[in-house]
Nanobody, 122 residues
Framework: VQLQASGGGLVQAGGSLRLSCAVS????????MAWFRQAPGKGREFVAA????????AYADSVKGRFTISRDNDKNTVYLQMNSLKPEDTAVYLC????????????????WGQGTQVTVSS
């Protein structure tokens, strides 16, 4: 499975961005997809996850109510809609895939995209 993230950019605090993660290769209904983020000098932080089949979701407390993860099975794409952005959301955002279910641990994911930079100015 190969992942290609896009949609990052520079936005003012309070603004919105939508990230996309295009998935290629063989993906089955058991897969789980997630977004993580990594700020300079910090480790990868879980943001949100979604099961490919059924679409159940999970969010980090820091983004609940502001971010929404979704997927389009026909387009093999996962999205992260980010609203009410804050300067502390600034990071490289990475999408990830795992074969079975979802997890908040980055070590559980076997496939990673290259990341897209999100910068929120105050």
């Amino acid at each position: 499975v190969q992942l290609q993230a896009s949609g990052g950019g520079l936005v003012q605090a309070g603004g919105s961005l939508r990230l996309s993660c295009a998935v290629s290769g063989r993906i089955t209904s058991t897969y789980g997809m997630a977004w993580f983020r990594q700020a300079p000098g910090k480790g990868r932080e879980f943001v949100a996850a979604i099961k490919w089949s059924g679409g159940s979701t999970a969010y980090a407390d820091s983004v609940k109510g502001r971010f929404t993860i979704s997927r389009d099975n026909d387009k093999n794409t996962v999205y992260l809609q980010m609203n009410s952005l804050k300067p502390e959301d600034t990071a490289v955002y990475l999408c990830a895939a795992k074969v079975l279910g979802v997890s908040t641990a980055p070590t559980a994911y076997g496939s990673w995209g290259q990341g897209t930079q999100v910068t929120v100015s105050s």
